[in-house]
């Protein structure tokens, strides 16, 4: 992302990128052939999004790499489906799974978690992402 970012001088180009990049690198997980194509992947690149905007705008990796592993302990510990890429015996074992559902619930949970840490940690507004790279 930064080698982009010194390359094309933005922010955002190197965030669509290696966001793109993040969900195909997941394209071969069980979830895509179980949620669809379009599901998976608006839930892949934008967990991709998700945490190159917390990368971008908290400055470091440190807080994308924590979310990454929760997000992965919680699917293998706490709930899971048979269709998951983590088969671990978890708490909870779903049997239906709702993609459209699933896609819609994450969005609102994404927006919702970067509003309340930009408020915690004083990020700068949304649309600095989109203002080019100062010399």
Known sequence: MQGLAIVTQTRFFPLFITSIIFGLVHLRNPEV?????PNAMIQYIGFGL???????MDGGLEMAFGIHA?????ASVFVSYSG??????SLISST???STYMSIAFIAAALIFL???KIIFKWQPFGWIFKPLSK
């Open 96 to 98: 239906q799974i709702d």
């Open 84 to 89: 998951s890429v983590l088969q671990t015996p």
């Open 50 to 56: 998700l945490l190159g905007i917390v990368v971008i």
């Open 115 to 117: 509003y309340v840490s």
């Open 33 to 37: 052939k179980e949620f669809g194509l």
């Open 70 to 74: 929760i997000n992965n302990i919680y």
